[in-house]
């Protein structure tokens, strides 16, 4: 028991934990210690696993202790709840209770009497995901809540995002005795949130750096380009629009620099991106005026890789295992395309090796999303990895809104969710679920399973 707890206790002051010692042995006497929501996300901010004492006959302390002990070395955002079906458990709001009062971005599985049923935000875990997933597992292994639990578990880790928020070790005194863990809720909810941030500023800096390689890139090649320009502001034919051209390239140029050499996180690459946009179509013009051709139109830069410059018409085209969409695209990739060859597209280094830019992940988003803007990017890179980071409902920079309240899978949201991703039981005999797909009495899925 001392093992369970010694992690949280080491920042308890001396008479709570006195209180909480006498907690635990009256806990493990004959009455059952009170359970309920509050007991339940207390203890899922400690394990992730929560058993109320009335269960351990059908699901025992030594399974729990496994249970959470794999979630552990998961490292995953899953939390797994197993409760009677009484009143304390509120069969239409449960879930969305114990994903307020825990407030993590995760996948939360319950099995609340006979019935099992999982729920996700989005940003974790695609909630129809979770729904199918809890039901071949609860289809495979009638009335067995072990084999249930951990099948949705095994199924679950390697689809879920983000980190977990385990504290450490593990132990079957620690998953079924709520009442000490209530007690330490408080200081639990702000280790979580400690260790969310640290995560997210780890993350961070980790994308931060595997984005400055390649705006370094960019920013280089811009340099290359105004270097071999065959421009003299002072030359008896230039004038003054041109000049006025080539300092706003000069400018954007530098101001590029500077951002990039001050930025701090992923997010703030996107004002280099957008400079080094805007100093490549003043080159454009500049361009345009010396050889007497008319001025070009602002569009944005050639979608195959940045670097070409404004693109001058739009083209269709299809990346690897994807489907066909409308481009924008430079003079050289379009006739490349016309004549039957692949374009010159823009690779980046990723754990698989060089890979385009829109397969590299969603750490690539602000470097395009000062390229490209955010209302035409979605659409372009629809079925890629980068387009599914984009399009996805908690994805601020493409829509404006984050129902997660801008934290990602694993971190702490509070209260700040889509509580249509959390439905709940119907709280009857049946089996049948409310808020998504519904359980028949032989554990049979409606709703398209």
């Not at 990739?333 to 890979?355: K, N």
């Not at 990602?408 to 009857?428: Q, V």
């Amino acid at each position: 028991m001392r093992t369970a707890i010694a992690r949280p206790l080491a920042t308890v002051p001396a008479a709570l934990l006195a209180a909480l010692l006498g907690l635990l042995l009256l806990a493990a006497g004959p009455a059952r210690a009170a359970g309920g929501v509050d007991a339940a996300s207390a203890a899922l901010k400690q394990t992730q696993v929560y058993v109320d004492p009335a269960m351990t006959g059908r699901f025992s302390e030594a399974q729990a202790a496994d249970l959470a002990k794999k979630l552990e070395k998961a490292d995953k955002p899953i939390f797994v709840m197993v409760v009677p079906a009484t009143p304390e458990y509120p069969a239409a709001t449960i879930a969305g209770d114990i994903r307020a009062k825990v407030g993590v971005v995760g996948v939360y599985a319950i099995w609340r009497g006979d019935q099992f049923k999982a729920f996700s935000d989005p940003k974790a875990l695609p909630p129809a995901s979770a729904d199918r997933i809890a039901g071949a597992a609860f289809r495979a292994h009638p009335n067995d809540i072990g084999a249930t639990v951990n099948d949705f578990v095994d199924q679950a880790i390697p689809q879920t995002k983000g980190s977990g928020v385990s504290g450490g070790g593990v132990s079957a005194a620690a998953i079924v005795v709520p009442v000490a863990l209530l007690a330490l809720a408080g200081g639990g909810g702000f280790l979580l949130l400690r260790r969310s941030k640290r995560r997210k500023a780890e993350q961070a800096r980790a994308e931060l750096a595997q984005l400055r390689t390649v705006v370094d890139e960019d920013i280089t090649a811009f340099g290359e380009e105004l270097d071999r320009l065959d421009f003299h502001p002072g030359a008896a034919d230039a004038d003054d629009a041109q000049r006025a051209d080539y300092t706003h390239a000069l400018d954007s140029y530098e101001r590029a620099k500077r951002i990039m050499e001050q930025a701090k996180a992923p997010a703030e690459v996107r004002p280099v991106t957008e400079a080094l946009e805007d100093g490549r179509f003043a080159l454009a013009t500049l361009a345009a005026r010396r050889e007497k051709l008319p001025l070009p139109e602002r569009r944005v830069p050639c979608f195959f890789d940045p670097r070409h410059g404004p693109s001058v018409q739009d083209v269709d085209y299809a990346p690897a295992g994807g489907a066909a969409r409308t481009v924008p695209a430079c003079a050289a990739d379009a006739a490349r395309l016309a004549s039957g060859q692949a374009p010159d597209v823009r690779t980046v280094d990723t754990e698989h090796g060089r890979q385009p830019y829109w397969n590299a992940g969603p750490a690539y988003s602000p470097w395009a999303g000062g390229y490209f803007g955010g209302g035409m990017l979605p659409g372009l890179l629809v079925g890629t990895m980068l387009g599914s980071a984009l399009a996805s409902p908690g994805y601020a920079y493409a829509a404006g809104v984050d129902p997660n309240g801008g934290a990602d899978a694993g971190e702490y949201s509070g209260a700040e969710f889509d509580s249509d991703n959390f439905g709940g039981f119907d709280g009857g005999s049946d089996g049948g679920f409310g808020g998504g797909g519904d359980f028949g009495g032989g554990g049979d899925f409606g709703g398209g399973f």
